[in-house]
T-cell receptor, first 113, second 114 residues
């Protein structure tokens, strides 16, 4: 049972445009959500997180939106840069158990020139 | 400061063998977690160790075990290897109970079982 789903395996965006990566979850107990970025031959790197008490969190070019009623979150990258090309994983957990993450299957983002 | 280090980076084993993977956390991090990432999937939680005690276990068979040492480094052991154990094994460290606790991952050990 896939509790965290990323239904788009890949996404291609032009440099300078907005990238929108989507994630859905089924477990209503999840209350803390994270995005990780992964380059080949490297481990995942933390990007941004959001608690269920918020519906938006920003960090520079990255913004995460949370819609609790729809059990949906999205990551917006504006403007997209070639260095953003990587696999992006959405993850969910319960507050206080950040070591036990449930990951989605990932979305490969390619930012083209 | 050094990040999370894992060894070896690559490993080839045959079915039925045993394997030990090693992880050194970031200095000051007392929690170590292990994840398995099968090709095309996201990482899946195996274990968490904190202060040398198991604090969480994912849905993995008893062939998988782990331990944490007094210096907070950790080993993941897998017995009776199966072809399906071929995966990238990721170790992550963190400071539990930090308000902003987040996992820092190593680059992983790529295990191939033939």
């Amino acid at each position: 049972d896939q509790q965290v789903k990323q239904n788009s395996p890949s996404l291609s965006v032009q440099e300078g445009r907005i990238s929108i990566l989507n994630c859905d979850y089924t477990n209503s107990m999840f209350d803390y959500f994270l995005w990780y970025k992964k380059y080949p031959a490297e481990g995942p790197t933390f990007l941004i997180s959001i608690s269920s008490i918020k519906d938006k969190n920003e960090d520079g070019r990255f913004t995460v939106f949370l819609n609790k009623s729809a059990k949906h979150l999205s990551l917006h990258i504006v403007p997209s840069q070639p260095g953003d090309s990587a696999v992006y994983f959405c993850a969910a957990t319960l507050t206080g158990t950040a070591s036990k993450l449930t990951f989605g299957t990932g979305t490969r983002l390619q930012v083209t020139l | 400061d050094a990040g999370v280090t894992q060894s070896p980076t690559h490993l080839i084993k045959t079915r039925g063998q045993h394997v030990t993977l090693r992880c050194s956390p970031i200095s000051g991090h007392k929690s170590v977690s292990w994840y398995q990432q099968v090709l095309g999937q996201g990482p899946q939680f195996i274990f968490q160790y904190y202060e040398k005690e198991e604090r969480g276990r994912g849905n993995f068979p008893d062939r998988f075990s782990a331990r944490q040492f007094p210096n907070y480094s950790s080993e993941l052991n897998v017995n009776a290897l199966l072809l399906g154990d071929s995966a990238l094994y990721l170790c992550a460290s963190s400071k539990p109970r930090d308000i902003d606790e987040k996992l820092f991952f190593g680059s992983g050990t790529q295990l191939s079982v033939l």
